[in-house]
């Protein structure tokens, strides 16, 4: 029998259609179908300044704004050749961890939630709450953050930012543990995780899975520890690593990530350096606002940025950044002007989602929802 | 920070694990080199490029066992007009490489890569859809984003910003 799945199902995360071959309760054939929420966001950034591109990568993945925003301002930075300011850096790392946890807790709690597990959702929503009130602190938006800049920050952190921070990272270990005391060793929970959906490490690397996916299934990569990017180097963290790779294996990954990303977050805080929060690159960077009501230079600077954009030298660069779902890509192509000729997204999850059949086939229907929670797809990556 | 000058010069990169082996194969594969901030581009003859990434993949120097990504720049009204780009990943090593295929206008098609990686699969079908470049081989080559009955393909150059009217 045929069953189609979606694209409008609570448990596919947005609007994945899948098609299941079935024989009684077993999976014979799974084949998924995207393009639902296709937007053609990469034509989109051939006709935008390379400025203007950047609230339209928030768009892409809306679990986590500032991943997208870092991969693609680090993409264009090393096409300018530019060098960030330690600041703009540790910021940079800072919220990227905070949307990891706040990714990480959408999908803990969605994933549970699929399963049965309905009380977990609403404790990951309480702290996940507080991060994005953090977001909005910072960036004024909750989601579409746009925070990144080209050569920097948008803003300077507003005054009891850090405070804030630092109380959230102070008792978020706790509200993990609460997280596991409801799950990890939870019977039920076990009996619907373990030994289902495996994924071989060879498998993995051969379908181009990545993240906690990949991680899940043995292979220890993680581009922050591996190829660091954005003063990564300067922090220390234990990449969490899984042997089984079952769907148990997958979420002990995340939620130790979790842990790790609370970390990341305290040491950042405490390291936080001095200075100036944007490279010093007038024609790119925009100048301050002081600036432009004083000096001439400046606000000829401020008027050229914005009604030319800023040119950038020709030449092609691909930036990889450990987004939460995986290798996030940015290959940029500039053919010298101020627009980008060519801005391509690798999605992490769209290559996590071919690990699908190789999860779900000759398992139990059930099995399925599980599998898909497992990956943490977002549609509006896979589609663009 | 200046940027340095991209060198293209094949003598001197051909200390490079992987331009090395694809010259030790087959000194043909190579149609041209380039090291641009701080990444390397090996332009493959379009005939080889399979077994160029099979080579790459299973050499214990250059272990590049990870497909990244697929994709593709049109560089319309240019010939030849197409360049499909392969990002490969060495875990083992943390190392990159970029390969590039340039087909013309012509006969856009090129081998895929499934039978290497099954995971080109996705990449594959984006870039049918999106540009209309045949790989030949694949196993079910399909439009992936854009509805099936889509007439021409967005990405191309020369399709216009907001469609046919």
Known sequence: ????????????????????????ETVVRIMPDIGFLHTGIEKTCEAKFYQQVVPLTDRIDYLCPMTNNLCYVLAVEKLLGLEIPPKAQWMRVLMNELTRINSHLVWLGTHAMDIGALTVFLYCFREREEVLKMFEMISGQRMMTSYFRVGGLALEPPLGFFERVGEFAGYFAEKIDEYENLLTGNPIWMMRTKGVARLTAEDAIALGASGPTLRGS???IDLRRDMPYSGYENFNFKVPVAQEGDVFARYMCRVRELRESNEIVKQALDGM????????????????????????????????????GFAVPAGE??????????????????????????????????????TLPKMCEGGLIADVVAAIGSIDIVLGEIDR | MALAPAI??????????????????????????????????????????REACA??????????????????VDWYPAEPRFEVIYHLLSIPKKERVRLKVRLDSASPAVESLTSVW?????????????????FTGHPYLRRLLMPEDWEGHPLRKDYPVEGYR
């Open chain 1, 1 to 24: 029998m045929i069953l189609n799945m979606g694209p409008q199902h609570p448990s596919t995360h947005g609007v994945l259609r899948v098609l299941l071959e079935i024989d009684g």
């Open chain 1, 218 to 220: 043995g292979v220890d």
């Open chain 1, 273 to 308: 350096p001095e200075g100036p929060i944007k490279a010093d690159a007038p024609g790119v960077v925009l100048p301050d606002r002081e600036k432009m009501k004083t000096q001439m230079e400046a606000l000829i600077y401020h008027f050229k940025i914005i009604t030319e």
């Open chain 1, 317 to 354: 660069v691909y930036q990889a950044v450990e987004s939460p779902r995986g290798e996030m890509g940015y290959y940029i192509v500039s053919d010298g002007t101020a627009k980008p000729y060519r801005v391509h997204m690798r999605a992490a999850c769209l290559a996590n989602l071919q």
């Open chain 2, 8 to 49: 293209t010069d094949l003598e001197r990169l051909k200390g490079h694990p992987a331009v090395g082996r694809l010259l030790e194969w087959n000194p043909a594969t190579v149609t041209g080199v380039k090291f641009d901030r701080d990444e390397m581009t090996i332009y493959v003859d379009r005939a080889n490029i």
């Open chain 2, 55 to 72: 080579l790459l993949r299973d050499d214990a120097e250059c272990a590049f066992n990870f497909l990244s990504d697929i994709t593709c």
């Open chain 2, 118 to 134: 099954p995971g080109a699969n996705y990449f594959e079908r984006e870039v049918f859809d999106l540009f209309g470049i045949r």
